[in-house]
């Protein structure tokens, strides 16, 4: 601890500055272009960022708004500044805007992931909100004051060792968080292969057509597997694949909506679930907002397809009984419907129970017999979300009212296709679950390190063998 130095951000950091102070027109076909809505605490997600014409990029890289590899980047602006950092650990494709900012750690004294991990701890959080961010209705970070930032800093070796501890945590994490993104797809590619594109239905009117067997060619589309395969399949596998083939039809016919497989019909929204509505925030003040009580869920807790544990708030009984009316239920999907993160959804995870829903996010609960996902993964498409999006066009802010979700209009199977369904993703589910409980396992682990580690209390040895025990 003795050899630990006080510096400041401008002593340690070769470049500190922001993204472009300019928007560029949003085009379909061009470069991406992040704000801190796609920063992550691993990494710049560029999934839903906004395009750019190319030659705006090509200015805006000259302006410095491109970081590089080694940078650290954190939320600037809005009511997440500070909250939010990560490092550039790969060429990144992209500019910011100026709602992100840009450290670049001198290299000779300052280890970038320790950066990210100093910035990331409660302590430094706190301490950096309490003297640096300005602006009463929309809080931001003044980067010439934000450069006067202390950080204290053992030797550089130190540093690196320190951070390999966290970032070990942090690479397993991750890991979880990329098995479970492509779990979700598996899922998504089920609903869309029956659901959008009538895979199953088209391979039966096609083999009707050409005479070969539709029911074999079914089974092929809902498995995915090669006509041989399914000869190998055990005899029970394959009767359940059969029986789940054998559910959808081998005809198409005309709606007011355009064709669709027969038998199926579109349904309203309404029609599909028990509640539709949003919830609100508890009187009190700051005093309601505990450490340990029931989850507030909020804006920045959902993302599409996952539910985001970081930043989650924690009310008080008495507070949560004023919230009666928006409480939420295993299986609720949720949908945000103001904001910068409007029309973000995901299913809720049954482990954040009990938990009510603040006034930006909306509550869906699916009907028995109706998978809360089949109802999710129609709200992640794209069309749909164009179609919410275009109902508030012309308003002074974008937000989704009860009124907007309800008119949503979809196609739908007989229930027992919607049954099959659910039996075919709950597998993959299940195993997002076990993954994300580890996940918060290892996060709990890696917030009780951190400040013990960067405070000098903690040797990395010891931290080692707690980390292993």
Known sequence: MNEWQTLTLADVCTVITDGAHQSPKTVSRGKPMA??????????????????????????????????????????????ALDTVCTVDHPLDAVLLSSV?????DPKCLDSVFLKFYLSSPETIDYLKSNFISGAAIPR????????????????????????????????????RRVNQTLEAMAQAIFQSWFVEFDPVKAKIAAKQEGRDPLRAAMTAVSGKADAELDALPPEQYEQLAATAALFPGEMEASELGEIPKGWSHKALLQLTDKIGSGSTPRGGKEVYLEEGVALIRSQNVYDSLFAWDGLARISDEAAAQLKGVTVQGEDVLLNITGASILRTCVVEPDVLPARVNQHVAIIRAKAGVPPRFIHM????????????????????????????????????????????????????RQVHCLTRQMRALGELRDTLLPKLLSGELLVADAIAEAVA
């Open 35 to 80: 704000s801190v809505k796609d920063l992550t605490r691993f990494g710049v997600d560029l999934t839903s960022a906004r395009h750019i014409a190319t030659e705006d990029f090509e200015a805006l890289v000259k302006q410095g708004c491109k970081p590089h590899v080694g940078d650290v980047l954190i939320a600037k602006d809005g009511n997440s």
């Open 101 to 105: 900012a840009i450290l670049r750690p």
């Open 141 to 176: 970070v003044v980067l010439r004051d934000f450069k006067r930032a202390e950080i204290r800093l053992p030797s550089l070796d130190v540093q690196r060792r320190i951070a390999g501890v966290l970032q070990s945590i942090d690479s397993k994490i991750d890991l979880n």
């Open 378 to 429: 129609h709200l992640l498409r794209p069309d749909i979300k164009n179609y919410l999006l275009g109902l508030n066009a012309g308003a002074s802010r974008e937000a989704i009212t009860k009124a907007h979700i309800e008119s949503l209009v979809l196609l739908t199977p007989g229930p027992e296709l919607l049954s099959a369904f659910q039996t075919a993703i709950s597998p993959l589910f």
